[in-house]
């Protein structure tokens, strides 16, 4: 099974709109994290966002947000006033406390921003 | 304060032969991990390092090995090369996971290997 999905493979939103990307994951650890990256056309992974899963409030950063509904196992980013900058491809990702130290990442979701 | 450093940028190697990838990790960290991101995929976990020693390997056969050095950088080796091993291979950095907090990774920009 997967343990990350994300089932939007683009997005297509216009300048200063908001914009959520989903993501559920599957995991029977109790003690676990959740990762938003960004990756432009460049290659790079930049790191936006992190949620606990015992952190109680949803994590903010910025124009991004983490939409944390435990029950559900889904962690959505929300952009909020998206630029042309923000089009990239972006991943979410977890780490397993009893699995170790790797990230577990999706498939990804391409954000398109146009004026 | 420099970022993840990674050597070369793009390679281009025959099947069968061997290659060597270099990360410098971000200053003040001592954990490096290495991915192998396919076209169009996520990245997948190789391997991570911490006080030079190997400690987490992600599912890839032995042909992939590695190196940490006493100043944290790291190197990635990749034996008889495969077709299939075509791919971005990023190097990742952090301060070693602790119970008591978590640590994001921060990537290099890669490098893209092309076998033919």
Redesign the interface.
Known sequence: AQK?TQTQPGMFVQEKEAVTLDCTYDTSDPSY?L?W?KQPS??????LI?Q?SYDQQNATEGRYSLNFQKARKSANLVISASQLGDSAMY?C?M?E?QA?????????TTLSVSS | DAGVTQSPTHLIKTRGQQVTLRCSPKSGHD?V?W?QQAL??????IF?YYEEEE??R?NFPDRFSGHQFPNYSSELNVNALLLGDSA?Y?C?SSL??T?SG?S???????T?LTVT
């Open positions: 990350i994290g990762f990256y460049s290659g790079e992974m930049i790191f992190y606990g991943f990702a780490r406390q170790g130290t790797a990230l577990i990442f999706g498939k990804g | 954990t991990s991915y169009g995929q996520g990245p997948q976990f991570q400690r987490q992600g971005l990023l990742a070693f996971p119970l978590d994001p990774l921060h990537f290099g920009n890669g893209r």
